[in-house]
Nanobody, 115 residues
Framework: QVKLVESGGGLVQAGGSLRLSCAPR???????MGWYRQAPGKQRELVAT???????NTVESVKGRFTISRDNAKNTVYLQMNSLKPEDTAVYYC??????????WGQGTQVTVSS
């Protein structure tokens, strides 16, 4: 059964750092990998993506603070989050798409930033 194993969330003070990781299991021919987040009462939004060709994209609200990277040998995607702000508090979800367009989601990991 396909599974995305996420880790790295937690509680941190403003200005602190966290690193999220996501390791897909039993997904072959991975194309895009990325992270989304959903804050309470808000819609899920894109945070960052990484293509199999190495291109990355981060949304403006986290640019310069968050970095997405991936280890293709380990089939793992990371999200390094620095200079965290209270408004970054959300459930963060890993997203993976294979070359056939199938999309998979992780169970989500809570990130809470205290002021």
């Amino acid at each position: 059964q396909v599974k995305l194993v996420e880790s790295g969330g937690g509680l941190v003070q403003a200005g602190g750092s966290l690193r999220l990781s996501c390791a897909p299991r039993d997904i072959v021919s991975i194309n895009d990998m990325g992270w989304y987040r959903q804050a309470p009462g808000k819609q899920r939004e894109l945070v960052a993506t990484s293509t199999s060709g190495g291109r990355t994209n981060t949304v403006e609200s986290v640019k310069g603070r968050f970095t997405i990277s991936r280890d293709n040998a380990k089939n793992t995607v990371y999200l390094q989050m620095n200079s965290l702000k209270p408004e970054d508090t959300a459930v963060y979800y890993c997203n993976v798409r294979d070359i056939w367009g199938h999309e998979y989601w992780g169970q989500g990991t809570q990130v809470t930033v205290s002021s």
